[in-house]
């Protein structure tokens, strides 16, 4: 392993760089500053969680069209340009004064965060490692969890002590004074050639064949992975961003809620190496029927706890898939689809990966003003993560046949 990190250091590092950054435009940070911006603005839960799934889906249909920039744009380029519209949308953030702006900022937060950087991200990864594709892909998402533990704290203390408006402007300063030049000077050499050449370079999938998006929306493969794309993103951003609502359902405090985050970050590392050295040992495919049962059992737990033992323990669990999930997409897509066209194919999962984000806030709050409390959702949500499970097998079964 040492060996590895010493080889590597230079791509790991950039995958580290690029997932913390992608973390100041998730949905668990961005929802830190919920109280404030709808105070502000004069929102109700529904309301707000209705213009963050709106901002969402807008930037998951941009991301679909432009994903394929990964393939045609060397990512020495993208990354920085992406890093100076990320920093422009939290300028937004911090000066926009009507709803209009509000959202417009919202959907250039997630487009240039969990959108484009995430997908910037594991397109390079997976292009950059064959072999060892899982274990540098639990490696370079610890920057997902580094943001986890360190970002939450300094952002409230920061938003108690200079408000929430300035607090983005800080984030501004962040992405351009800190995560842009060292983009700049990681990529400065580049590792492998740009896909979309034509040309049998890179990792060729199933078939041996490098698949275009085309080809992989036609094949049946795809669409039988989308529900398990989809429900890992819905059910933690249900609780994530309706955890004020759950803890005055139960009862519980936020403080006594608190450990779930590091339970949380804890676990995703955990699972995340796991996951990658079982992807490379015995291929991804083998992982999926396991992905979202952990999670299954979270959600369940929250929703019959009634200390905040449970919220922490379910988190944790939540925790384990979410650590699954990210290495898995990572490692299984470019194994099936090839790496040649993994940006424009990535492009697509990565558009449904971020609709799922966007359902959980506003469905779940919809759901919640009809009176239906998240605790009494996560007994329907957990029935879904089991029956899901048993779904994969034969999926996974037909793409062991087919490798």
């Known amino acids: 392993m040492l060996s590895f990190l010493a ?39 529904g309301q707000w969680g209705l213009i963050y799934t709106a901002a969402t ?46 959202g417009i900022a919202v959907f250039l937060l997630r487009f240039c965060g969990q959108g484009m950087f995430s997908h910037i991200q594991q397109t390079a990864m ?23 533990i360190l970002l939450p704290l300094p952002a409230v203390l920061l938003m108690g002590w200079i408000g929430w408006r300035m607090s983005w402007l800080v984030v501004a300063a962040i992405l351009l004074m800190f995560i842009l030049p060292l983009l700049v000077v990681l990529l400065r050499q580049d590792r492998a050639p740009q896909g979309s050449t034509g040309g049998m370079i890179g990792a060729p999938g199933l078939g041996g064949q490098h698949w275009r998006r085309r080809e992989a929306l036609r094949h049946w493969l ?3 992975l989308v529900p398990l794309m989809l429900t890992p993103g819905y059910v933690g951003t249900v609780v994530f961003f309706h955890q004020v609502h759950v ?42 029927p396991l992905t979202v049962l952990p999670m299954g059992v979270g959600i369940a737990l929250i929703g019959m706890g009634e200390t905040p033992l449970a919220w922490i323990t379910g988190i ?23 790496t040649n066209h993994i940006g424009s194919v990535r492009a697509v999962a990565a558009a449904v990966l971020v609709v799922s984000t966007a359902l959980g806030p506003g469905m779940g709050g919809v759901i919640i003003d009809a009176g239906i409390s998240v ?29």
Not at 130 to 137: N, P, S, V
Request: with cysteine; hydrophobic share 55%.
């Open 7 to 45: 080889e590597n250091r230079r791509w790991l590092a950039t995958g580290i760089l690029l997932a913390l950054g992608a973390c100041l435009g998730h949905t668990w940070f961005i929802a830190l500053f919920a109280g404030e911006i709808r105070a502000e603005f004069g929102l109700s839960d």
């Open 247 to 288: 803890a005055e359902i139960k009862g519980w405090t936020l403080i006594a809620m608190a450990p779930a985050y590091p339970a949380w970050a804890l676990s995703e590392v955990a699972a995340a190496f796991v996951a990658g050295w079982a992807a490379d040992r015995f291929g991804p495919a083998r992982l999926l």
């Open 316 to 338: 944790g669990l939540i925790g384990v898939t979410q650590g699954m999930t990210n290495t898995i997409w990572g490692t299984l897509l470019p194994a099936t689809y090839g």
């Open 375 to 403: 605790p009494q959702q996560a007994g329907a949500m957990a029935l879904w993560c089991f029956g899901l499970s048993l779904a994969m097998w034969p999926v996974m079964r037909r793409i062991l046949r087919a490798g």
């Open 126 to 148: 997976a292009r950059w490692f064959i072999t060892t594709r899982g274990r540098a892909m639990a490696i370079a998402n610890l920057g997902y969890t580094t943001g986890q």
């Open 222 to 224: 795809f669409w039988a």
């Open 57 to 102: 889906l807008s930037s998951a249909a941009l991301l679909f069209g432009r994903g394929g920039w990964a393939d045609t744009v060397p990512l020495s380029r993208l990354a920085p340009m992406v890093a100076i519209a990320f920093a422009g949308a939290a300028v937004l953030m911090a000066l926009g004064q009507t709803i209009w702006t509000l």
